[in-house]
């Protein structure tokens, strides 16, 4: 079956009537929004970074294209390399509708009827084509919880209407809602439709029995592996509401959406450096656009866990643990990951300086009983999809990548007190950037890395050892730090 298929967007929130406005009067729904982006070259000039936008790039890259004609919606043949945009939003124009924005719900059922539009006007009464129809899902904001009522909510979908959705990715959706100053909002906050972000009217719309403290599951109803969440990790840069939403969220946010709420339970996601929207945002940028087509038409996924074997101590505080004084700290794991030839992107970045660092407590990784687990919880630190239609004859079958890592600690307490003698910022216990070199060999892979902080990336480095679908990838420091990185490769297309 071929990757392509119809692409629906699906565009998030406006607020007030004027931003309804602004949204309706947009052909592509902000779609088609680009950036420009001031970047500094090794000499200390400056020049324009231009993102076209998702649209013109999936006309330009991909070869797909709109479905307006002569000024009508889904009027020209659909093929499976057409972009839809859901104007769900149209009903809520005074000039196109009652003035009145849909309900979630009711903007799901829409949805659910639009792909069987676009089914029927693709597969006409072919049985074969029917059966093999999909589209793929692409929102931003709230148009993930849109989708996902539309997938969970058994009174609007079923399993045969799942069926059609190949894939959906999400642009900074607030799977687990929003929260403001630490507060998720309250759910009889009906003004403007704000209520829509509380968990207990989440918990209803997406059919989510009981009283869930979170609501971020696609409680069986879709596969998660083909849902992808792209969250943003930049609050700075966030304008709307004069300021003020990013001051509320915190930094640990895109400025709208909580690091911690914008992607749901066991689906793959990547954290970029961007805000919820403006001219930083997450879905007019290269890094989203990267991200979307790699998971949309990329047939290669890699997962990197890593396994700790050994944390140690500064030496004044080993000595204190020594002496029989209790000792915890809790430790950041950094990844950046950036595929061989990308300028301008990276497929994701999780550090400490914006917040989005994995955390993870000593116990956690090292005595899990302790901490009330069944086993270690070893970082997952990415989870990255490769095109290899990509690779061109010059160079060859080697998927390329490099991995930036580093491994530090919070502040060591010892009996209950911080821990300050000795102690420096910016310490590490690890750090270094591998490259990884990926070749098909037949059902498996040949996969050679290469720690570059000290070498070229042009040798052609050691081999990672292969354990069952897993390859191992031994990582230490001088201060005594072990550690495996643990690759899972596996095909998807």
Known sequence: MSQ????????????????????VSMPYM?????????RQSWDGTTYKQIFESPMVRLLKDYGYKDAFSDGAEVDREITRKTVIIYRYYDQADKDFGEGKPLSIPAAALQLRDLIANVRRQLCGEDPELLEDFRVHLVAHSMGGLVCRCMLQNDGISNPSVRKMVDKVFTYATPHNGIEMAGINVPSFLGLWDINNFNRKTMADYLSLEGKPERVDTLDGKFDPNRFFCLVGTNQQDYGAARGVSRWLAGKMSDGLVAIENASVQGAPRAFVYRSHSGPYGIVNSEDGFQNLVRFLFGDVRVDGVMDVESLPLPPSV?????????????????????????????LTERRKETFSAVLRKFDEMMNPKQAGLDSARSPVLFSTFLDSSKITVERGRTMVMTVELAVSATDYFVDGALWAEHRVEGEYLYRDTLTLKMTPAGDSWNLRYVTTDEQWSERGGSKAEPNGDNYLIPLSSKKGFK???????????
Request: charged share 25%.
């Open 483 to 493: 550690a495996q990185l643990r690759l899972i490769l596996r095909r998807t297309g």
């Open 318 to 346: 080993e000595k204190a643990r020594q002496e029989g004084r209790r000792v915890r700290a809790s430790y950041y794991f950094e990844a950046t990951v950036s595929p061989r030839g990308a300028r301008s992107f990276r």
């Open 30 to 38: 902000g779609f088609n929004l680009g950036a420009t982006k001031v």
């Open 4 to 23: 392509f298929h119809p692409i629906i967007y699906v565009r998030g929130y406006a607020m007030t009537a004027s931003e309804i406005a602004d949204t």
